[in-house]
């Protein structure tokens, strides 16, 4: 009784030794990706823009959607 525990404790820590980090990197693989609200949250998110030294400013519209949002 003690011994088919422990054999059957064994055999599920290698199956899960396995299969956890194959369902690990295929989750890093396929997540899926979402566009960002707007071109301006898309320059202050990308990369690019913040290695070339550009400076982002504030856009003139008056309505900040995140406080609309939390508002609701």
């Known amino acids: ?13 290698i199956a899960l030794a396995i299969i956890l980090p194959i369902i690990f990197v295929a989750g890093l693989i396929f997540r899926p990706s979402y566009d960002t609200i707007s071109p301006a949250t898309e320059q202050l998110l990308s990369y690019s823009d913040h290695r070339s030294g550009h400076r982002i400013t504030q856009s003139q519209d008056s309505t900040n959607s995140i406080a609309t949002f939390l508002q609701q």
């Open 1 to 13: 009784m003690i011994i088919s525990r422990r054999k059957l404790h064994l055999v599920s820590s």
